[in-house]
DNA sequence: CAGATTATTATGTATGCACATAAATATATT
DNA sequence: AATATATTTATGTGCATACATAATAATCTG
């Protein structure tokens, strides 16, 4: 048996890929060093380097300096989640997409909304709640809060015609958030809103963005039942 | 002014993020290629390259051969999720993990089961529920089905003190799946198991694995409410 | 002028080399 | 023996160069 190429960092990847679900290195277990399995596969070291690093990303490998390269013994799965503007989700269902400005006020927030945002709890915010549809069907609404400290030109903006989750994505760039996903039973309002039963199990997703230290908006989005966020492994 | 020096790619790529923050450059908009970036940062081109491959795996760019890269007009967010082994989940936030296997059974599946696994009709699959305890209160039920004929070593294993969350993880590796995340209301023997109401909304967790062509196992986890799937953006 | 062909160009990747860095191990020092 | 120091080693990164590839732009051709 002569050596067979691995030229290419992908090659090289589903070779170790095979060699984990083969079990011919088994979960925990430590596997050859790059340079060791660059002569083996008859490529440079960077370019194990590269197949190595991005498995690790993935979180099939767990890599560290010295101590070596170990085939992850519990692989954390990562799902890795598009979060998109919510007219292209509904676009790209092939729906008519939908959007109607409920409510749109500069008010002092509730002190749960300035304790997450970190806003002196006498300033007053912009509270913009909308609804989001789907072939005219309600499709999500959503309750959100910005800091117009943050971001200036929302004041001017009346949020008619453009959904905040859009504007913001084009004016209002932040450097890190949070993103919470959960099922609440949905108030009575809201389920008027979305044209569900009181009670019904909602899709919810809470999303907080900052600005360095700055918060820039808080928003909850309740889905319609059926819901389903998805992805692949 | 002298040419600040970004020697190496976090740094250089901390300098295209604060540009794309400060809105020097816009979304949609192109940015400089590598070889100029390359130059005017006194650095290699290959670390610029990594720079800019890295933010685009991350949504933030959009790169295309000879179009070149510009700032992703609608940044799709990534939420990466950490999909772990539920013990490690539960122990990872200070609670004593418990566990407790509801019923373990060699049957027939409903049509909707093999009809997502691609097995025949008449195949039986392993059943097997169980609870999930954080601090010996209900965190999660399990209700999953086995595709015995890629797992045979399942049918040796009484899951009455490992977990098939757990278990199949260890012997049971899988080449790609699907997972999706919804709310629903709780069916009625699923809330006495979790002691909760009935009809409350609880977060739902679905996931199919396929080891190449073939369903490995396809699983349903309910939470209790209160439950929280977060990561940071 | 439409359609096929050929250049051009920006990103994508492979390579060999060098050095940086973290962490484990061995060695020296009190 | 406990602690500090040095050595070793595997990964991490940077660089210069070369070539591959995809997509656009320019050119040719009937």
Redesign the pocket.
Do not use: F, H
């Given at each position: 048996m002569n050596a067979p190429s691995f030229?290419?960092?992908?090659s090289v990847q589903d070779e170790v890929l095979r060699r984990i679900h083969a079990r011919e290195w088994k979960p925990g277990e430590l596997i050859p060093?790059?340079?060791d399995l660059a002569e083996e596969f008859?490529?440079?070291?960077?370019?194990v380097?590269?197949a190595?690093?991005s498995l690790?990303e993935s979180g099939l490998l767990d890599?560290?300096?010295?101590?070596?390269?170990r085939v992850a013994a519990q692989p954390v799965a990562k799902a890795t989640l598009d979060i998109a503007v919510i007219r292209h989700e509904v676009e790209g269902r092939g729906s008519k997409y939908g959007y109607q400005l409920l409510t749109r006020e500069l008010t002092v927030p509730p002190a749960r909304v300035c304790g997450a945002m970190q806003t002196p709890a006498s300033d007053a915010l912009l509270h913009v709640r909308a609804l989001h549809l789907a072939d005219d069907a309600p499709y999500a609404v959503e309750d959100r809060w910005i800091n117009i400290g943050v971001v200036p030109q929302a004041h001017d903006e009346d949020f008619a015609t453009i959904s905040a989750n859009e504007w913001l994505l084009k004016y209002a760039p932040y450097t890190h958030g949070e993103i919470a996903f959960s099922a609440v039973q949905v108030a009575e309002d809201d389920a008027d809103i979305l044209g569900v039963a009181p009670q019904s199990a909602v899709f919810a997703i809470d999303r907080l963005t900052w600005d360095k230290d700055a918060s820039v908006t808080k928003v909850r989005l309740l889905f319609t039942p059926g819901y389903q966020l998805r992805t692949s492994l």
């Open positions: 030229r290419n960092w992908k060093n790059e340079a008859g490529c440079a070291r960077s370019t380097n590269r190595l690093r690790a890599r560290r300096r010295k101590a070596g390269t």
